[in-house]
């Protein structure tokens, strides 16, 4: 029989709870068992007036609907309040009952730029010791990466900043007045003139970048992201501008991460943008093992390169491929410069495939960390074991995979707002809520113990293995049987 629904009739009353009407599986339903904001009304009581004024925004319900936007992709405030009147489950997660009225978008807006950055920050790092208190955390191995946030802009926004406007609006008067003096050295005062940067005024803080030499550069912010190894928990993030350098800050990430979890790092796996020399010295003293990829050494065209000198670190000389030393002559900012004798060099047979004829002698740098990086293009080169490779398998879907999970399911693809610490917002709320749904998929499934037929069998099969790798022990001192009719004693 064919059943019809009368569309017409108007519900005055709802008989039972509005969470009757969400399924139990729901992610929202799932996090509100494992949410716990009671601390962000003290924490946030000295940006509100206690005896004046009209009552404001309950600060749980503001925190709980823009994670609710998250979990469903929504960055932008006016969409996520026009979700929010039609979707029972963010109704219900925030608090609002049917009947009642949501709070405008606009009001989220000047929450956060009451709240300021490192509240959002803090949420974040409660998400971070809730999942640590549940097991989660293991904090010895962490993955680390960085991807990049198209800032707010239009390429019809871009414009061009001059080097020298720059370095006049920065310069102390007392120099500006000084016309005699030596000219300043280094930073923009060395560019040409008339070279132009090009910026986007409408968001100054994003600056040009590209996570590709094939790609166009665009107007972005940089996340660096910290992933655990155990269970994929983000366990760090922070935000910077897009020409920001993700190896110079690896030293600084390792540090906080390890006094957000309070377990000393043993391992940092990283990708070759963090393969500096002084990254690999710096993990090595503090006994660190660093699963990071050296990255390939460049060559002038038809020069001789750098590889065919050896750096005699007992005697502090550079030998060439002609045997030649090479002294240390200056310092630089990221290492010694080491030069050749220039009668020496006059006379060698290899000189115009060393360097070009304006020069008058070969030099090398030897930048800081130079042995520690020797160290880890030989182990790369000599082929990293297999716990090695499995660990930057690893790396790969952890952080990797965690980059696009946000840009994918939580709209980090591109920034909501415009400024550092708006985007930084932004980027802590979604980290909260792929920790938080973490550690709700975690805490639905309890572990249980296993069945009493299985533990026996597991010790059984454990006990036998154990005998057999004795006895394939034994028999291996005879030389007379091949190794390949004993197996390597496991069953696999």
Request: one cysteine or more.
């Amino acid at each position: 029989m064919i059943g019809k629904q009368d569309r017409d009739q108007r519900t005055l009353f709802i008989a039972g709870d509005l969470a009757d009407f969400i399924p139990e599986d729901h992610i929202l339903k799932q996090v509100h068992k494992v949410l716990d904001l009671s601390w962000l009304r003290q924490a946030v009581a000295g940006s509100y007036c206690l005896d004046n004024g009209r009552p404001g925004i309950d600060p749980e319900a503001a925190v709980r609907m823009m994670l609710a936007g998250f979990f469903s992709g929504i960055k932008e405030d006016r969409k996520l309040m026009r979700e929010a009147q039609v979707n029972l489950a963010m109704r219900w997660f925030a608090g609002y009952r049917l009947d009642e009225s949501l709070p405008n978008h606009s009001s989220l807006t000047r929450i956060r730029q009451r709240w300021g950055e490192d509240l959002f920050q803090q949420i974040f790092t409660r998400t971070v010791g809730a999942c640590l208190k549940a097991g989660l955390v293991n904090g010895e191995t962490v993955h680390i990466d960085a991807t990049l946030i198209r800032a707010d802009v239009s390429w019809e926004s871009l414009t061009k900043k001059h080097a020298e406007y720059v370095w006049e609006a920065n310069t102390p008067q007392e120099q500006q007045v000084d016309a005699e003096g030596p000219p300043p050295t280094g930073g923009a005062a060395n560019q040409k003139k008339g070279e132009a940067k090009k910026y986007s005024p409408t968001d100054p803080d994003a600056t040009l970048t590209t996570s590709r030499h094939n790609y166009p550069m665009e107007p972005a912010y940089k996340q660096h992201t910290v992933s655990d190894d155990r269970m994929g928990v983000i366990v760090d993030v922070a935000v910077t501008t897009g020409e920001a350098s993700e190896g110079q800050r690896l030293l600084e990430t390792v540090e906080r991460v390890e006094s957000a979890t309070g377990v000393a790092v043993r391992t940092v796996t990283a990708d070759a943008a963090y393969a500096h020399p002084t990254n690999y010295e710096a993990l090595e003293q503090r006994g660190i093992r660093a699963v990071i990829p050296p990255q390939t050494s460049r060559t002038r065209g038809t020069c001789i390169p750098s590889q065919r000198f050896k750096y005699d670190a007992r005697r502090d000389v550079v030998r060439c491929p002609q045997g030649k030393i090479l002294k240390r002559s200056s310092r630089q900012d990221n290492g010694w410069l080491y030069r050749a004798c220039t009668q020496e060099c006059r006379a060698c047979p290899l000189r115009t495939r060393c360097f070009s004829a304006k020069a008058s002698a070969r030099t090398i740098l030897i930048v800081d960390g130079y042995e520690a990086l020797l160290r880890a293009r030989r182990r790369k080169q000599q082929g990293w074991t297999p716990e090695w490779e499995t660990l930057y398998q690893r790396h790969r879907w952890r952080v990797e995979g965690a980059h696009g999970e946000a840009k994918t399911q939580h709209a980090l693809r591109r920034a909501a707002r415009r400024g550092l610490w708006k985007v930084a917002i932004q980027v802590y709320l979604i980290a909260a809520v792929m920790n938080l749904k973490r550690l709700a998929m975690y805490m639905k499934q309890p572990s249980q113990p296993l069945p009493e037929p299985w533990r026996l069998v597991l010790g059984a099969m454990s006990a036998l293995q154990r005998g057999f790798q004795s006895l394939r022990a034994k028999l291996m001192q005879w030389k007379a049987i091949p190794s390949w009719l004993i197996g390597n004693g496991s069953f696999a």
